[in-house]
C-alpha cells in the first residue's frame, strides 16, 4: 500500500511495528545524565554549606531556656505585738526606704515608760536616803565608840574596886562583858557603814551610775523602743507585695512576716546550665536576656557568678545515687545574669525567660 506511514512499517523479518525516536527526544535523553550529575553535587555541596552556617550560627555561645527572673524579696514583719491601728500601704505601692507601712498600738509602751520613770525616780529617792543615812555619815560608829569609851572606864573603877575588896565578881564580870558589847555595837555600825557604801557604788559596767538607777533606766529605753518600732517603716526602697493580710485590728504577732518587699533594684536571672556548657563559660562573659513575657524585649547582661554547686545539691532532698540501679542524668548549675541598663518594660519576679552566654573571645571585650 503506497499510502501507508513509514514510521509505522514493519521491520523487515520481524512480525511487530516499532515506531523510531525522533531528534528532540534522542536530545533529552542524551542531557538526562549531566541533570542527575548536578543534582547529585547541588544537594550533598547544600547540605555542607547549611551544616556549616548553623554550626556557625551556635558557635561560641550557649543558650538555656530554664531561667527565671529573680528580685531580693524582703518579708516585712514587725518588732514588737500589738493591734495594727494604721495601714497606709496596699499591693502594687512603690515605696522608699524608710517610708512608713503600717502602725501598731503605742499606748502599752508609753504606759511602760511612764512606769520606768516612776521606777527612776524611786531609785533616786533612795540614793538620797542612802547618802543621808546615818549609817554612811558615821553618826552610828560615833555613838558606838562612845559606848566603848564609856564601857572601858566603868570596867576599870570596877577592877580597881576589886583589886581593894570592895567590888564583887559579878560586878567585875557584867562590866568586862559590857565592854566587849561595847566593841562589838562598833564593828556593827562599821559593816552597817560599808553596806551603805555598797549600794550607793557603781559597778564597772555603768560606772557612776547606781545599779538600781540603771536598771530603771534600762528597761525605760527598751520602752521607748519598743515605742519606735510601733511605726514599721520600709527596709529598703521597692514595691508592696501580700499586703491583703495586713488589716487594722489584726494583732500583729513579733517576727511573723504581714507583708513582703520586693526590691526592684536587685534584679537579675538565674539561668540553668547543663554542666556539659560549662567548659567554656567564665565570669564577665557577656549574655542576651529574652523574656517568654515580652518576645519584643532583648536586655544586655553578663554572667556575674556561677553556682558553687548543682542544683539537685542544694535540694530539700538530695538525689541518692548510690544503688546499683542508678542512670546518669546531665545536672544543672545556676548562674547568676546581671541585667545591664534598664528595661522598657516592668519586670516582674519569676518571669520564664531564655538566656544565651557567648562564650567566645570576641564576647570578653
Do not use: H
Amino acid at each position: 500500500m503506497a499510502d501507508a506511514d513509514p514510521a509505522r512499517t514493519p521491520a523487515s523479518g520481524t512480525g511487530s511495528a516499532t515506531p523510531l525516536a525522533s531528534p528532540a527526544a534522542e536530545a533529552a535523553v542524551t542531557r538526562r545524565p549531566w541533570l542527575c550529575w548536578t543534582l547529585m553535587l547541588i544537594v550533598p555541596v547544600g547540605l555542607a554549606i547549611g551544616a556549616l552556617l548553623y554550626w556557625q550560627s551556635i558557635a561560641g555561645k550557649v543558650s538555656t531556656d530554664s531561667a527565671y527572673l529573680k528580685q531580693d524579696i524582703v518579708s516585712v514583719s514587725a518588732e514588737v505585738g500589738g493591734a495594727i491601728t494604721g495601714v497606709l500601704v496596699k499591693d502594687g505601692d512603690v515605696v522608699q526606704a524608710g517610708q512608713l507601712l503600717f502602725r501598731i498600738d503605742p499606748e502599752p509602751f508609753r504606759l511602760q515608760i511612764n512606769e520606768a520613770n516612776a521606777a527612776i525616780a524611786s531609785a533616786q529617792a533612795n540614793v538620797i536616803a542612802l547618802s543621808n543615812a546615818s549609817q554612811l555619815t558615821g553618826t552610828d560608829i560615833e555613838a558606838a565608840s562612845s559606848d566603848v569609851a564609856f564601857a572601858e572606864a566603868r570596867f576599870e573603877r570596877v577592877r580597881a574596886l576589886r583589886e581593894r575588896g570592895f567590888s564583887t565578881k559579878a560586878e567585875y564580870e557584867a562590866a568586862e562583858q559590857q565592854v566587849l558589847q561595847a566593841r562589838e555595837g562598833v564593828r556593827q555600825a562599821q559593816d552597817r557603814q560599808r553596806e551603805a557604801r555598797a549600794r550607793l557604788a557603781s559597778g564597772p559596767a555603768v560606772p557612776g551610775v547606781n545599779p538600781q538607777i540603771a536598771v530603771a533606766e534600762a528597761r525605760r529605753a527598751n520602752a521607748q523602743l519598743s515605742l519606735r518600732r510601733t511605726e514599721v517603716r520600709a527596709p529598703a526602697a521597692g514595691r508592696i507585695a501580700q499586703a491583703e493580710r495586713l488589716q487594722v485590728g489584726q494583732q500583729a504577732v513579733p517576727n511573723l512576716p504581714v507583708l513582703t518587699l520586693v526590691r526592684e533594684n536587685s534584679t537579675y536571672v538565674e539561668a540553668n546550665f547543663k554542666e556539659t556548657d560549662l567548659a567554656d563559660m567564665a565570669v564577665g562573659q557577656r549574655a542576651e536576656i529574652r523574656f517568654d513575657a515580652y518576645p519584643d524585649v532583648v536586655l544586655k547582661g553578663r554572667v556575674a557568678t556561677i553556682g558553687a554547686g548543682t542544683g539537685s545539691e542544694f535540694s530539700v532532698l538530695p538525689a541518692q545515687n548510690a544503688t546499683g540501679n542508678w542512670v546518669k542524668v546531665t545536672q544543672r548549675v545556676p548562674l547568676r545574669i546581671a541585667i545591664d541598663g534598664q528595661s522598657s518594660r516592668r519586670l516582674i519576679a519569676g518571669l520564664s525567660s531564655e538566656v544565651t552566654v557567648f562564650t567566645d573571645r570576641a564576647a570578653k571585650r
